[in-house]
């Protein structure tokens, strides 16, 4: 296969700051969206409401946004070229698609913040351990066939899910929404640093920050609409998911990303 040919089939963005501060955005989006479905719509997750009915409220939030990310990856695989709306959009059926599940393993199935942090964390590792056990690689650039695209696209929802999970784990303690975000950024920073300034893998640091991206925009999600109480701003979880879609939309826009170079990256 030609050089020009994989690069017309490559269909993920090209790793720049824009494509950082849309993915930010767009797991922000993904908690206030999900939460709007999964508490606000289906079920509030409090101490009153009886337990079969938000679990419930996770389980059908979940098969809502699960169903839309199945046909947005069916159609993402079918592209044949890179396509910045059908691409964000995936990503933020992933997003919303894994709060929802993140929220059930953690609150649902009686594990905690711990033990569902742990199980997805597992998750995540067996999706990149079989992606370079069956491909050789788990690199971004390599993502130009349908294996590939399967594996990248698992891997991002269970690494979504996760992200919910530690998120609202580190959230929960005494840090705090702010504090949390703070924390999360600061680790973000440190793996940019370490991009420019260390032989650290750049595919392993990718992930990693992929996967910190979206604690981040979780606990930032909670922060704008968790009640006053509990330390956060209580706004409007549509209008903040509102707010936010707009916010993406003009930065694609403003952007115009390219697709992913399809050269080697460091061996991973």
Do not use: C
């Not at 913040?113 to 999706?127: E, R, T, W």
């Not at 370079?132 to 650039?141: C, E, F, K, M, V």
């Not at 910190?212 to 968790?226: E, I, S, Y």
């Amino acid at each position: 296969m030609s050089e020009e040919f994989k690069a017309a089939l490559t269909k993920v963005p090209a790793v720049t700051l824009g494509f950082w501060i849309i993915k930010i955005l767009a797991t922000t989006f993904g908690e206030t969206a999900g939460d709007s479905v999964s508490m606000s719509w289906l079920g509030e997750t409090t101490a009153s409401a009886p337990t079969s009915f938000w679990q419930g409220g996770y389980l059908i939030g979940t098969a809502i946004f699960g169903s839309v990310l199945a046909i947005l990856v069916f159609l993402q695989i079918r592209a044949t070229r890179f396509n910045p709306w059908l691409y964000w959009a995936t990503i933020i059926a992933s997003t919303t698609a894994g709060t929802t599940m993140a929220d059930f393993a953690t609150r649902s199935l009686g594990i905690g913040y711990p033990g569902g942090s742990i199980l997805l964390l597992g998750a995540v590792l067996l999706s990149l351990f079989v992606w370079h056990r069956a491909l050789g690689t788990i690199s971004i650039s390599s993502v130009h066939e349908p294996r590939a695209e399967l594996y990248y696209w698992l891997t991002i929802t269970f690494s979504q899910t996760l992200g919910t999970a530690l998120g609202d784990w580190v959230a929960d303690g005494p840090l705090g929404y702010l504090g949390s975000a703070v924390i999360f950024g600061s680790v973000l920073a440190l793996l940019a640093l370490a991009y420019y300034r260390t032989r650290i893998s750049h595919v392993l640091l990718f992930w990693a920050a992929f996967i910190l991206t979206r604690p981040l925009g979780a606990v930032v999600g909670d922060f704008l609409d968790k009640p006053l109480a509990k330390g956060g701003l209580e706004l409007s979880r549509v209008g903040a998911s509102l707010v936010l879609g707009i916010a993406i939309i003009g930065l694609i826009l403003i952007t115009r990303q390219k697709a992913a170079p399809t050269q080697p990256e460091q061996a991973a």
